[in-house]
């Protein structure tokens, strides 16, 4: 009974946002401890059971390409490779990196480009989760085209930091947002028929020391927080695969860490798709078999063979069980059947055509949809064009939009016009500080016809200032970088930034900042400037999407999917655990010295102290007020709230009306709130969002049906949810702490498995 009312509860939440449910996202929603097997398990299994010993072990471990000694024929650079079975119909795994597009990091396929979606924070940004699935759908296609049959994709670790390396490939701090536009994503790469997976599992927020670092926290905290991101992205999208973290949580390695393997993803989730390893992650043979990692990616990377001769080794000696290497199998091969991959096999022989055109019509849109407006004094923004001198500041605007860097940087079309090699670091071997070819300077000449537009490269701040005191409009874009395997070592922009904006806006009253960065930084300068626009990285079409909103050909209507702080001191770790010992390691290195030398890789525990209370949770749990709240975001339009009506009961739905009461056509995300949870003290949650389309003086009614599970406590003593009988205050707002309606719900007690 409690899991039919929770189904019923995610299938409500589904609909609620415009979806029809997918056939596999039903089966999602069955009971995990169903006994009744799915066609796709049936043939999995059928299939598992006719492959030889030599086979099954063969499955099980994959090659990365630009390490392989012993190369297959039709291996291609690329993230990962693994033999098919030919004789049963098994196909080759071909397998590329993702997040953002068909990854190819340092050009390993010469002149292979791909179409280069905005930093996943943009996406988020836009809390449209049709977008999402468009998305995953154009870079599926893309990957299908160029042979490759796995992506690499799905990243939904939760913001914990905001100096976070790898922050700008995620979907912001809250599970529920994470989970929706996740989910969606790996959907439309499905809709392909190949896998993706969602990654990294789990608690992996952290770059530095990412390969030894300890995540610790409570089972209640992790399962509200993180892990309800990831169990949201799994029911939506039912992705063939789960990749496990470098890090440790809780003592044991993520990919041999039987708590996330064994019982949460595939006992109490009922996850039937196969866990392979981050590149590099594994530990151990019989440790790691048993705790549920199914397949050692990339083995080059690992210290050693594990799932190789080792583990036939462990097979003869009874300490692996054949019935778990079939198991293995199985689960790859579900996600190999339930995709559809297996019935359309990926062509091999050569690349096929790719609409790029259309496919940078969506990188475009999700630029625009997630450009986030955070300040708009005077009305600035839309610029007139009528402006007769305009110059343009810094960032190489004149030739492109930055990108984040690491295993998501694809090489997009058109090019990179700048590309700085790193000379040390972490990220050094495969990373570069990269541009797209996306002039912001052209798109807004081409919007600008009759205006002079010129462009300065924003190195010297004087000369800046007296360009911007002979313009009508001046336009700083301020960087900070950011990649895979470095965090940021300040929230500060880099390169004297700051001070170029304090200087342009002294010599200029009407200066706009276009922020292209990977999450939030700090502004000194805020108040000098009468408008601030969050680019974050626009992707490959970020150009022209930058100078549409700044001219009101689109009207801005992004929101921010995590809390920028007002100062360092306001994030729950205001230093990066690990670093200050690491860098000094670096130093001594360099000077020749080995006095006092540990390994640089040393483990570092960090205690996730703040833990169900990510992002805005703490900011509001505290009363500490940031610089900009999650949920923010700025309109040329005004959209007014109405009509709050509120049901409780086993089932919290919540309906309103939106208006959009000025002269232009808006979108907006209203978002609701609940104050709920009894442990540990109640928490501000998102319980309920929708995008919403709405021309001069329209009026559209929003119905929120609640996912039980984000107003929950969760217990593992039942073990399971727990919504304890009683009133919820509800809010209806432009951001998390706003309250344009308020109303409560009083809940019958409920109690969900896990």
């Not at 009461?661 to 003290?681: E, H, I, M």
């Amino acid at each position: 009974m409690l899991g039919k009312a929770r189904d019923a509860s995610i299938a409500a939440s589904v609909m609620a946002l415009g979806w029809s449910m997918p056939a596999a996202a039903q089966d999602a929603l069955a009971p995990a401890t169903t006994n009744t097997p799915t066609a796709a398990e049936t043939r999995a299994n059928a299939l598992a059971d006719k492959m030889t010993r030599a086979e099954k072990l063969r499955y099980v471990h994959g090659y990365f390409p630009p390490l392989s000694k012993d190369r297959p024929a039709d291996m291609i650079p690329s993230a990962g490779y693994v033999p098919g079975v030919p004789r049963l119909g098994i196909p080759t795994l071909r397998e590329s990196d993702a997040s953002l597009g068909v990854a190819n990091q340092i050009e390993q396929r010469k002149g292979d480009v791909a179409t280069a979606l905005p930093a996943s924070l943009a996406l988020a940004a836009s809390f449209d989760p049709d977008l999402a699935y468009r998305g995953g759908a154009m870079i599926g296609a893309e990957a299908r085209a160029k042979t490759f049959n796995v992506l690499l994709a799905g990243g939904v670790n939760l913001t914990r930091d905001p100096w976070g390396g790898r922050t700008f490939e995620y979907l912001g701090e809250d599970p529920l947002l994470a989970g929706i536009m996740a989910g969606e994503s790996i959907r439309g790469v499905q809709s392909n028929h190949i896998v993706s997976t969602v990654k990294h599992f789990a608690l992996n927020p952290q770059e530095t020391l990412r390969t030894t670092t300890d995540a610790t926290i409570g089972e209640a905290d992790l399962r509200e927080s993180d892990l309800l991101a990831f169990q949201i992205a799994i029911e939506r999208g039912q992705p063939g695969s789960v990749m496990c973290s470098y890090n440790k949580v809780d003592g044991d390695w993520a990919c041999e860490n039987d708590f996330l393997l064994n019982k949460v993803l595939k006992r109490d989730w009922g996850y039937k798709g196969w866990v392979m390893s981050d590149w590099g992650a594994v530990h151990s043979t019989v440790k790691a078999a048993n705790a549920g990692l199914d397949q050692q990616s990339g083995r080059e990377l690992d210290k050693a063979m594990f799932y190789g001769a080792s583990l036939a080794k462990a097979l003869a000696d009874g300490s692996v069980s054949a019935a778990r290497l079939t198991d293995m199998n199985r689960r790859i091969l579900w996600g190999v059947v339930s995709t559809g991959l297996i019935d359309n096999p990926v062509p091999t022989t050569a690349p096929l055509p790719i609409d790029y055109a259309a496919h940078a019509k969506v990188a475009q849109e999700v630029a625009e949809k997630g450009s986030v407006l955070l300040k708009n004094d005077g009305n600035l923004l839309p610029l007139a064009k009528t402006a007769k001198r305009i110059v343009l500041i810094g960032a190489h605007a004149d030739v492109g939009v930055l990108s984040g860097g690491g295993s998501s940087q694809v090489r997009s079309v058109g090019g990179a016009p700048v590309e700085i090699p790193l000379t040390e670091g972490a990220a050094s071997s495969f990373a570069r500080v990269t541009w797209h070819a996306s002039s912001p300077l052209a798109a807004i000449r081409a919007m600008a016809p009759g205006a002079e537009v010129t462009y300065i490269d924003g190195r010297d701040p004087a000369a800046a200032a007296r360009a911007a005191k002979a313009a009508d409009l001046a336009i700083v874009f301020a960087w900070q970088w950011r990649t895979e395997a470095q965090d940021i070592e300040t929230l500060s922009l880099p390169d004297n930034q700051d001070a170029l904006i304090d200087a342009v806006a002294a010599a200029n009253k009407r200066a706009v900042v276009v922020l292209e960065t990977g999450g939030p930084v700090l502004m000194p300068w805020l108040a000098k400037v009468p408008a601030v626009l969050q680019a974050w990285y626009p992707g490959q079409r970020g150009g022209p999407a930058i100078a549409n909103i700044l001219f009101g050909a689109v009207n801005p209507s992004g929101k921010l999917p995590m809390t920028f702080p007002a100062s360092a001191a306001q994030a729950p770790r205001a230093t990066i655990p690990g670093l200050a010992d690491m860098k000094a390691v670096d130093a001594r290195r360099k000077a020749g010295s080995t006095y006092g030398m540990v390994d640089r890789d040393a483990e570092v525990t960090v205690p996730y102290t703040e833990g169900a209370a990510v992002g805005y949770r703490g900011y509001l749990k505290s009363g500490t007020k940031p610089l900009f709240p999650f949920g923010y975001g700025l309109s040329y339009t005004n959209f007014r709230y109405a009509g709050l009506k509120v049901e409780g009961g086993d089932t919290l739905r919540v309906r309103f009306t939106v208006t959009n009461t000025g002269k232009v056509a808006g979108a907006d995300s209203p978002q609701v709130y609940a104050l709920a949870g009894k442990r540990g003290g109640a928490t501000t949650r998102l319980i309920g969002f929708q995008r919403v389309d709405l021309a001069p003086g329209e009026t559209k009614e929003v119905n929120v049906t609640v996912d039980s599970r984000v107003i929950a406590d969760y217990d593992p003593a039942q073990p399971g949810w727990h919504v304890a009988a009683g009133n919820y205050p509800i809010t209806v707002g432009h951001y998390a702490g706003d309250a344009a309606l308020k109303g409560s719900a009083t809940l019958t007690d409920i109690r969900m498995k896990p």
